[in-house]
């Protein structure tokens, strides 16, 4: 498997305009999260997914961020208007989970690096 | 709301030293609790996960124990390599989803 995968790597914008993240899961992994990672903040859980579902949204910082998951093999993280304070390197990881220790894992993307001009 | 800390911030050993790596959380009623490696620039790889049933993990030159009673973990790693050299972020899950995330432990290891 290629592993999770985002696009783009580098996204470089200005202030005010829509900016639109992309995911895509392990095949097979039934939760999705979206992270964000600043040196303020550390690394902070936006939202997850279970079996396409949003469960817990209660990381997304304000109306201006918006997740959807439309099959299990996509989602978007997208930000309208976007702001400088935005900026930071935006993390999807998938995971499997059945509650034993093979599992729950989470395996992490590459990242998208957001900086809003 | 679950705090997760990491202490030291930064640390920096000689070749070949054992060494560990602290994390203390508040809440105790856990579901797992993870152990990651950060390479500057790159995401997150999952080194070991601990069920809350569970005492340790281990692999290979790593060893992860949780005590949940206490609210700690330690993570172990013998004969440091330079290729150790990273950022160790604890993660601790309270259902099958939620994480919260440690603030990281930057390892340098010296040749």
């Known amino acids: 498997d290629a592993g999770v995968i985002q696009s783009p790597r580098h996204e470089v914008t200005e202030m005010g305009q829509e900016v639109t993240l992309r995911c895509k899961p392990i095949?097979?992994?039934?939760?999705l999260f979206w992270y964000r990672q600043t040196m303020m903040r550390g690394l902070e859980l936006l939202i997850y997914f279970n079996n396409n579902v949003p469960i817990d949204d209660s990381g997304m910082p304000e109306d201006r961020f918006s997740a959807k998951m439309p099959n299990a093999s996509f989602s978007t993280l997208k930000i309208q208007p976007s702001e400088p304070r935005d900026s930071a390197v935006y993390f999807c990881?998938?995971?499997?989970?059945?509650?034993?220790?093979?599992?729950?894992?989470?395996?992490f993307g590459p990242g998208t690096r957001l900086t809003v001009l | 709301k679950q705090e997760v800390t990491q202490i030291p911030a930064a640390l920096s050993v000689p070749e070949g030293e054992n060494l560990v790596l602290n994390c203390s959380f508040t809440?105790?009623?856990?579901?797992?609790l993870q152990w990651f490696r950060q390479d500057p620039g790159k995401g997150l790889t999952s080194l070991l996960l601990i069920q809350s049933s569970q005492r340790e993990q281990t692999s290979g030159r790593l060893n992860a124990s949780l005590d949940k009673s206490s609210g700690r973990s330690t993570l172990y790693i013998a004969a440091s390599q330079p290729g150790d050299s990273a950022t160790y972020l604890c993660?601790?899950?309270?259902?099958?989803?939620?994480?919260?995330f440690g603030d990281g432990t930057t390892l340098t290891v010296k040749p």
């Open positions: 809440d105790s009623a856990i579901y797992n």
């Open positions: 095949s097979g992994h039934d939760y």
């Open positions: 990881a998938s995971s499997l989970t059945s509650g034993g220790a093979s599992t729950d894992t989470q395996y």
């Open positions: 993660a601790v899950s309270t259902n099958a989803g939620k994480s919260t």
